[in-house]
T-cell receptor
């Protein structure tokens, strides 16, 4: 079953705009991770945020985590056409063993 | 490093045939995961191994599915007999995990299976 639900399911923006994707999950977590998947390719890890962290940055990526609301957001600033991909959150559930459960994903399209 | 290597990239087979998917994890990684991706169900964890030992196979859909990891550098996922509903992209991923936290997973490019 899906641990994470992402919102929106699809997002279309213009190059240079910011893109925000949200993830909600159900159980307590050790960490939450975001992955990108280009069409027809495997998933690529973007960033990991631990349960005791509230915000993390990596280049043009900013991730926030609110454990009280069981939610996370991924912000991509100054988007580029190359950012067009599907984005997934994945949760490492506390006491759930060493495995990740993936959300439903957000399809991002960045238009020139 | 070459990354996680999966084969075949594409497989088309007929219902009832045996399918074997293969995975070579990144050298030194002690965890290996098999996921299945479909439009309807998204990414589902099928099974994962630690040091070649299956830890959790609760995601394996039914007895037609089996997975093995005979050594640290090779794993197989077998479907016998295959059915049209098994059509999906199957991903292998590997990782090094220290402590209780699950870290970054490194994914292969996937094996796209079509069962006619």
């Amino acid at each position: 079953s899906q641990q994470g639900e992402e919102d929106p399911q699809a997002l279309s923006i213009q190059e240079g705009e910011n893109a925000t994707m949200n993830c909600s999950y159900k159980t307590s977590i050790n960490n939450l991770q975001w992955y990108r998947q280009n069409s027809g390719r495997g998933l690529v890890h973007l960033i990991l945020i631990r349960s005791n962290e509230r915000e993390k940055h990596s280049g043009r990526l900013r991730v926030t985590l609110d454990t009280s609301k069981k939610s996370s957001s991924l912000l991509i600033t100054a988007s580029r056409a190359a950012d067009t991909a599907s984005y997934f959150c994945a949760t490492d559930a506390w006491g759930g063993g060493n495995k990740l459960t993936f959300g439903t994903g957000t399809q991002l399209k960045v238009e020139l | 490093d070459a990354g996680v290597i999966q084969s075949p990239r594409h497989e088309v087979t007929e219902m009832g045939q045996e399918v074997t998917l293969r995975c070579k994890p990144i050298s030194g990684h002690d965890y290996l995961f098999w996921y299945r991706q479909t439009m309807m169900r998204g990414l589902e964890l099928l099974i994962y191994f630690n040091n070649n030992v299956p830890i959790d196979d609760s995601g394996m859909p039914e007895d037609r599915f089996s997975a093995k990891m005979p050594n640290a550098s090779f794993s197989t996922l077998k479907i016998q007999p295959s059915e049209p509903r098994d059509s999906a992209v199957y991903f292998c991923a590997s990782s090094v995990i220290a402590g209780v936290d699950t870290g970054e997973l490194f994914f292969g490019e996937g094996s796209r299976l079509t069962v006619l």
